[in-house]
Structures are given as C-alpha cells and as structure tokens.
C-alpha cells in the first residue's frame, strides 16, 4: 500500500466523488457535515462546505525522481462553497448539453435541510482569478491547479416530516435529450429521513421539481437509493428504482405505475441484520446489485429474482458498518467506506452461466433457459487503516484511463481526504 497525498478539509468530510466523465476526471468533490447544538441564545444547526479538488498524477519525468508517496496530489480549484450539512453529492453520468461542444459536468447535493440541489461545475473565466480563494490546504509547492466555479442552477425541497433531512439523491442513467454524452433533461431520485422517497423532473429550462413521490416508503430513515441499470431487465428508460432504510428493508419500485399509488415491486427484510445504508448497481453486469449495511456486511443481488423471495448471492464482513460502496468502473472490485473499519477493497469472482428453468407455460409448456449468477468468492482483498476517524466515503481515483489504481477516501471527525494505492 501507498498512501500518496492526505490533508485537513474544513469541517468534517462525509464523503467524496471522483468525477466518471474523461474531460474532467481529475475532478474530486468532498461533502462536509457539521452539527452545531446550540444553546439558549442560538437554536441548533446543520451546516456544511463543498470542497472541489484536482487529483493530479506526478508527470513521467517526475515520477522516476519522486518517491512513491508523492505520485499523486491534491489541488485545491474552488472556493469552499457554504451550505447545509451535505448527505450526498453525485455527479451527473453525463454532462450539461451546451450545443456542439462538449458540457460542464453537473453535481447533485442531499442536504440536512431537506433540499437537493444541482450544481454546474465549470472553469473559471481568467477574471476570476481569486477563484480559489485563500484555500490552499493540500496545495504542494510546485503543484499546479485550474481554477473551477460551482454555481447552483436550481434547488428544490424535497424533505418531509421529523427533522426532514435528505439523505441520499441519485440520477437517472437514461438520459433524455442529447444521447449518452450530454443531456438537457432528467429524473433524478432522492429519500429522506422521514423514510420518504421522490422522482424530481430536471428541465432543460434548468428547473428542478417533485413530480412523484412515497411519503412512507419505509418505516424508519431511508438511508439508500438507487436507479436500476438501464440494461437490466428492471432498468428500461430510468423506471425503476432500488431503496433502503433503518428497518433493514431493501425494496424495489417500478415507477411505471407511479410511485405514489403502487406497492413497492419487492420487499426483503430478512437478510440485512441491520439498517440498509447503500445501493449500489453494477457498471459491469446489468444484474447485480451490490448492498452495504450497519451489520458491516457486503451482499450481491440478482435483480431478476424479484419474481420470488430475494437472496444474496454472496456476503463479506468489511469490518465496520459498509456507508458506501463504490464500483471499481473497469473491473468487479468495490471501494468499501466502512465506518470505523477504514476503507476495504472488495473483490468478487463470480460468474454468469446458463441454466433450465421450470417448465415455462408462456413457451409452450418447454424447458426455457435463463443467464444466473453462480455465487462466487466476495471477499475483502485489501484493508486501508490510515484514517484516524469514521470512514464514510470512498472512490476510485481517475475513472476511465487512470494509468494505475487509487483510491480517494475521507473520514469525519478528523477531517481526513487521502488517495492511496491498495498495491
């Protein structure tokens, strides 16, 4: 293992996202959350900063006269931006249509007010030279850094009941308007602490609105959403999303129907032994669905199987409770923010194979075949114990033509950001 670059963000880091489009893929985003009590004078408070950094790889002269640790580096490229106590940040999966040349990326936001927001993150004009403001934490002598903005485009509130705080926002994968490269228009999916979930219309005139919604999704905080993949065969056209909670529920929805008036397509409740705290789809196999849980456990679904009662197709102890689980995007690996077990890498080897059904009545009354996962080895390849805090966000470093595997990773309490090499 080498650890390359770590430094002390502002408050308290929560997670981080390493942008997946190559334009931009030195791109990091990091979320902060910080709870102020308050007092008689003062109520109490939720607040939060986006932090933007570039993640840059030593160039070939210098990596023979660098040491190891110094490979790769962190930038600061934007001005801290204010704001509510974030839960999440994700990136859009493709950017903003701007005609024939190519798009600024966008940045979803669930805070602690019950708002999700959506960010344009685009370079600096050359009057904005201030852009980065006094914020060189991390900034090494000699590195060099472009300078970004991130603008807000549209917010809307999205929470409700209790302290209505929203935890968790993903986009769809079928983009609307532009091909897979760009898009104009979108739905994107969010749950809150009130166990609720809701489908918001992205416009291209740039508004952001709740067109749908399930107010008791589940019985205690919802923690986890997800869209299908677009190939698999729930994911057609973004209708279909994946949920989970505090009641250890992990739940399906076909939004097809509306989300409102239908019951959820499937319900397991069974097999986390604790609340269900990430979903994550596979980039690789339209199928699978990864889990992570409080009962520190990593599990892999088969999303065909909703027609009967759900079963892992394997699981894995990280050690601590899995936060997020992020897809290594050219390999099965997952990078595993596994609270106060660190960071582990998880490997799985299992394979797709054809088998016979039962007798299928709607083929004639014939044997019919079918593509199942066989259960493989899911286990923890690597452990990165180098945070001094919490660990509750992970992702891997220079997705889509990274010359080498890294890994980018915060922790809470000491404000910790590192990007290392497992190997």
């Not at 600061?76 to 903003?96: D, G, N, S, V, Y």
């Not at 019919?368 to 992702?395: C, K, M, N, Q, T």
Request: some cysteine; charged content about 25%.
């Amino acid at each position: 293992m080498t650890r390359h670059h770590e430094l002390e963000v502002g408050l308290n880091a929560c997670g981080v996202e390493v942008c997946p489009h190559a334009s931009h893929r030195q791109l990091c985003a990091v979320a902060s959350y910080l709870h102020r009590p308050g007092d008689e004078d003062e109520p109490q408070s939720r607040v939060g900063e986006l932090y933007l950094y570039q993640l840059h790889p030593a160039d070939d002269d210098d990596r023979a006269e660098s040491s190891p640790r110094d490979r790769w580096t962190f930038a600061p490229c934007a001005t801290p931006r204010h704001t509510r106590a974030i839960f999440e940040l994700k990136w859009a999966p493709a950017t903003l249509a701007r005609g024939d040349t190519a798009g600024n990326p966008a940045l979803a936001q669930a805070d602690a007010g019950g708002f999700v927001s959506v960010y344009e993150v685009s370079p600096s004009t050359p009057d904005d030279d201030d852009t980065a403001g006094d914020d060189t934490a991390g900034r090494r002598p000699g590195s060099s850094s472009s300078s970004f903005d991130v603008a807000e485009m549209a917010s809307v509130r999205c929470g409700g009941g209790g302290l209505g705080m929203a935890t968790c926002v993903d986009w769809s994968p079928a983009l609307v308007g532009g091909g897979g490269e760009y898009f104009g228009s979108c739905r994107l999916a969010v749950v809150g602490a009130d166990g609720g979930a809701r489908i918001l219309a992205w416009r291209e005139s740039g508004d952001l609105e709740v067109v749908d919604e399930r107010e008791c999704a589940h019985d205690l905080e919802a923690w986890a959403v997800a869209f299908a993949h677009p190939g698999s065969s729930l994911g057609s056209n973004g209708g279909f999303i994946f949920t989970g909670a505090d009641d250890a529920a992990f739940k399906g929805w076909d939004l097809r129907a509306g989300l409102h008036r239908s019951p959820p397509a499937f319900v397991n409740s069974r097999t986390h032994g604790a609340g269900v705290t990430c979903v994550a789809p596979s980039p690789h196999d339209p199928h699978v669905v990864a889990t992570g849980s409080y009962d520190d456990g990593v599990r892999l679904w088969d999303c065909r199987c909703v027609r009967r009662p759900l079963e892992a197709c394997d699981a894995a102890d990280c050690g601590g409770g899995t936060w997020r689980l992020r897809w290594h995007p050219e390999r099965r690996a997952i990078a595993c923010a596994a609270m106060g077990g660190g960071v582990a890498i998880v490997d799985w080897s299992g394979r797709e194979s054809r088998s016979i059904d039962e007798i299928d009545e709607a083929n004639g009354g014939l044997e019919s075949e079918s593509d199942v996962w066989e259960p493989g080895s899911l286990s923890v390849a690597f452990r990165y114990g180098g945070h001094g805090s919490i660990a509750y966000g992970a992702d891997w470093g220079w997705k889509r033509g990274g010359r080498e595997d890294v890994v980018v990773s915060c922790s809470f309490y000491d404000k910790g950001l590192h990007v290392w090499s497992p190997r």
